[in-house]
């Protein structure tokens, strides 16, 4: 057992720049989970130099922190793989068509509904903190940016929801598969593209190629259509969409 979650302090505010900042500046104290949900995010931030549009108002922008007990540095894609699939679990009573685009956006056919970004704090081989930012397109009936495929729930379902009920079922979820060790099947079963060959691009140029695996420790394994297999860490390969 990693982590089990009895009572979340959840903390409502109206703006900050992300959630993310703002939980690692005024939740560093006590070993109980502790979630920050904002209405705004000025610079909400996506994985590297990625920024999250978000309407005020509109959208699920949270983030959580934990401390996990027993957690190893090597074993920290466990927070990812269990985000992942708490989200999948939440969202999927509403639509369905859902999966996980490796490592944790969530997708909704070929529009990206969900973003995740985690920030993990070691100590020794072992992971002390770890804040887990989740930015849920809700509400949202428009999106002006140039990100290629946001959607959102309203899009897709043409009503409004309830975004602390969808909260509360996220972190519930969350709570279920934090305690699960064997995450990894599950997990797999989500992914977007799991079956057949797909585009994507690495430093060497565009190629065709079929999940095989994503392993223990969140790397992607690919074989191509020449049958050649290769393996990537985050942010060394692109899916072309």
């Known amino acids: 057992m990693y982590l089990c979650i009895v009572n979340w ?18 939740c560093t104290g006590g070993q109980s989970p502790c979630a920050v949900v904002a209405e705004y995010q000025s610079a909400g931030r996506g994985c590297g130099t990625n920024m999250w549009e978000s ?36 969202v999927g009573q509403l639509v369905g068509d859902l999966s996980i685009k490796w490592p944790n956006d969530i997708y909704w056919r070929n529009g990206k ?19 887990i930012g989740v930015g849920l397109n809700v509400n949202q009936r428009e999106f002006k940016s140039k990100a290629p495929n946001p959607v959102s729930l309203w899009q897709i379902t043409g009503q409004e929801t309830n975004r602390e009920q969808l909260l509360k079922n996220i972190l519930l979820a969350l709570d279920k598969y934090l305690d699960d060790e064997n995450l990894g099947e599950m997990y797999r079963s989500q992914l977007y593209r ?22 223990d420790d969140g790397h992607l394994l690919l074989i191509d259509d020449s049958g050649q297999q290769r393996r990537y860490a985050f942010k060394e390969v692109t899916f072309i969409i």
């Open 9 to 26: 302090e959840i903390i409502h505010i109206d703006e900050t720049d992300s959630t993310n900042n703002w939980l690692a500046k005024n």
């Open 55 to 90: 309407e005020q108002g509109k959208n699920l922008l949270f983030s959580a922190m934990l401390h996990p007990k027993s957690l190893p540095a090597n074993k920290q894609f466990h927070i990812s793989m269990a985000i992942s699939l708490a989200i999948i679990d939440a």
């Open 113 to 131: 509904l969900a973003g995740v970004l985690i920030e993990n704090r070691l100590q020794g081989n072992m992971i002390k903190d770890s804040i």
């Open 194 to 215: 799991r079956k057949g060959f797909h585009p994507y691009i690495d430093k060497d140029g565009a190629f065709m190629a079929e999940i095989i695996n994503v392993e």
